[in-house]
């Protein structure tokens, strides 16, 4: 069995040319899976919901008491960031050794990652003008349909991190370490500016600052750098509090309602803090990680979840509001109180209902994350980053617009696939395969 990269000795300072890249490295199969997975969990369990007069009342079972604390672990986009860092690595030097040119890289990785957001778009498009002509109060459509946009946040920062994957592995060649840290120095100037100045809009470089930074580690991750783990746990937790105790930033690590500032939105050094962390804490354990993930069943489990992981983030909200639908709006029952026995009780089964709302759009849409064969990509570089910018404003837009009924959606919309189709190539049959056969995704190359 191949080791994984991670295992590999290197030496200390940068090597100067890409070390080879491994196989498949179950430790970030694990951590991808169980990002999306418990970022759907928190999505699903904190909604406290009721209905009245036509309208839906929203509120966060986060913001109760002490339960802070658990957005100390459950906010984990920080390691989805770090395992899609990884992943890039490893999948465009493997890349590079087949002797792909960076633009057909990258093109590769674009088509992956927007083209599972086209179904989204053509069924949320159309729907709240449907919902709305059969009667349903227009509040809760125009919610739902806000919220199911901005989910797509993370395709547009995680587009961004993807296309300059290239020139920042060629910095973490020659810098190593050095290039997150000047990130990281960079996020801090950013909260001085944005806390001393009272904008919020002045912290809005740290979308791309903390981002990246965290991406740039998985690099040294699949380098073999990441030596130490224990201290990057207590050094990124102890921060995080020191930060939080000391500083401007809330103890929550997700935005909470009323609350003057977040963490997230747009994020702080304080989560960056605790997404190091969360790092250190994961590599901690990775050898217990990657032993449960190469028993039999959990290696199945991850290969089946794997290859749906963007379907299950594009369309949990959808879970989301076709129970709340049913139950609040329908029924007029309301989420219990936080905490309470109800609560505790009631948790389960209504986790069941979302599961069960969740396998149809599993089944339904899980084909396209596989975007249709074509032939190699040969358009160039210009092209191909043409089509990342329209993809990354479709993205965006949608993000800010949600598919509330207008014209924005639509032009969001209309820019992913337009950059969609300048990445499109002629379909050709590739060797040793069938005429009509479909050309599936590289073992070891995730969409994330």
């Given at each position: 069995?191949?080791?994984p990269?991670?295992?590999?000795?290197?030496?200390?300072?940068?090597?100067?040319?890409?070390?080879?890249?491994?196989?498949?490295?179950?430790?970030?199969?694990?951590?991808?899976?169980?990002?999306?997975?418990?970022?759907?969990?928190q999505?699903?369990?904190?909604?406290?919901?009721?209905?009245?007069?036509?309208r839906?009342?929203?509120?966060?079972?986060?913001?109760?008491?002490?339960?802070?604390?658990?957005?100390?672990?459950s906010?984990?986009?920080?390691?989805?960031?770090?395992?899609?860092g990884?992943?890039?690595?490893?999948?465009?030097?493997?890349?590079?050794?087949?002797?792909?040119?960076?633009?057909?890289?990258?093109?590769g990785r674009?088509?992956r990652?927007?083209?599972?957001?086209v179904?989204?778009?053509?069924?949320?498009?159309?729907?709240?003008?449907?919902l709305?002509a059969?009667g349903?109060p227009?509040q809760?459509?125009?919610?739902?349909?806000?919220?199911a946009?901005?989910?797509l946040w993370?395709?547009?920062?995680?587009?961004?991190?993807?296309?300059?994957?290239?020139?920042m592995?060629?910095?973490?060649?020659?810098?190593?370490w050095?290039?997150?840290?000047?990130?990281?120095a960079?996020?801090v100037?950013v909260?001085v500016?944005?806390?001393?100045?009272?904008?919020?809009?002045a912290?809005f470089p740290?979308?791309?600052?903390?981002?990246?930074?965290?991406?740039?580690?998985?690099?040294?991750?699949?380098?073999?750098?990441?030596?130490?783990?224990?201290v990057?746990a207590?050094?990124?937790?102890?921060?995080?509090a020191?930060?939080?105790?000391?500083?401007?930033?809330?103890?929550s690590?997700?935005?909470?309602?009323?609350?003057?500032?977040?963490?997230?939105?747009?994020?702080?050094?304080?989560?960056?803090?605790?997404?190091?962390?969360?790092?250190g804490?994961?590599?901690?354990?990775?050898?217990?990680?990657?032993?449960?993930a190469?028993?039999p069943?959990v290696?199945?489990?991850?290969r089946?979840?794997?290859?749906?992981?963007?379907?299950?983030?594009?369309?949990?909200?959808?879970?989301?509001?076709?129970?709340?639908?049913?139950?609040?709006?329908?029924?007029?029952?309301?989420?219990?109180?936080?905490?309470?026995?109800?609560?505790?009780?009631?948790?389960?089964h209504?986790?069941?209902?979302l599961?069960?709302?969740?396998?149809?759009?599993?089944?339904?849409?899980?084909?396209?994350e596989?975007p249709?064969?074509?032939g190699?990509?040969?358009?160039?570089a210009?092209?191909?980053?043409?089509?990342?910018?329209?993809?990354?404003?479709?993205l965006?837009?949608?993000?800010?617009?949600?598919?509330?009924?207008?014209?924005?959606?639509?032009?969001?919309?209309?820019?992913?696939?337009?950059?969609?189709?300048?990445?499109?190539s002629?379909?050709?049959t590739?060797p040793?395969?069938?005429?009509?056969?479909?050309?599936?995704r590289?073992?070891?190359?995730?969409?994330?």
């Open positions: 069995m191949t080791p990269l991670a295992a590999v000795p290197l030496p200390r300072t940068a090597p100067r040319t890409a070390p080879a890249p491994a196989a498949r490295d179950p430790f970030i199969d694990v951590l991808r899976v169980f990002g999306m997975v418990l970022v759907v969990l999505h699903w369990s904190m909604p406290l919901l009721s209905f009245a007069d036509g839906i009342s929203t509120g966060n079972a986060l913001a109760t008491g002490n339960a802070w604390m658990i957005t100390w672990i906010q984990v986009m920080p390691l989805v960031f770090f395992a899609g990884a992943a890039n690595a490893i999948s465009r030097r493997s890349a590079a050794r087949r002797g792909d040119a960076t633009p057909a890289w990258l093109a674009l088509r990652l927007a083209w599972p957001v179904p989204l778009a053509a069924v949320w498009l159309p729907l709240p003008h449907l709305l059969l349903v227009e809760p459509v125009m919610t739902a349909s806000r919220l946009g901005q989910l993370f395709l547009a920062i995680y587009l961004v991190a993807v296309t300059l994957t290239p020139p592995l060629r910095l973490n060649m020659v810098y190593g050095r290039v997150p840290a000047v990130l990281a960079g996020a100037a909260d500016l944005r806390f001393t100045s009272g904008l919020d809009i912290g740290n979308i791309v600052l903390v981002w990246l930074a965290v991406h740039q580690l998985g690099f040294l991750y699949a380098d073999g750098r990441m030596g130490r783990p224990w990057l207590l050094a990124g937790y102890g921060l995080g020191v930060l939080t105790a000391f500083g401007p930033y809330p103890l690590m997700i935005g909470m309602p009323g609350a003057s500032v977040s963490n997230m939105a747009p994020p702080t050094v304080a989560l960056l803090s605790i997404g190091v962390g969360q790092i804490l994961a590599l901690a354990m990775r050898r217990s990680i990657v032993s449960f190469e028993w069943g290696s199945r489990a991850l089946w979840a794997g290859d749906r992981m963007m379907t299950l983030y594009l369309w949990h909200m959808s879970a989301l509001f076709v129970i709340v639908s049913m139950v609040v709006v329908g029924l007029g029952i309301s989420t219990p109180e936080p905490g309470t026995s109800a609560w505790l009780s009631g948790w389960p209504w986790l069941l209902m599961a069960l709302a969740m396998w149809p759009l599993l089944r339904g849409f899980a084909r396209f596989t249709p064969a074509a190699p990509y040969t358009g160039g210009a092209r191909v980053l043409v089509a990342s910018a329209l993809v990354g404003l479709g965006l837009t949608l993000t800010v617009t949600g598919f509330v009924p207008g014209t924005a959606p639509l032009i969001g919309a209309g820019a992913i696939v337009a950059g969609l189709a300048l990445v499109r002629s379909r050709r590739p040793g395969s069938r005429p009509g056969e479909r050309v599936g590289p073992h070891g190359s995730p969409p994330l």
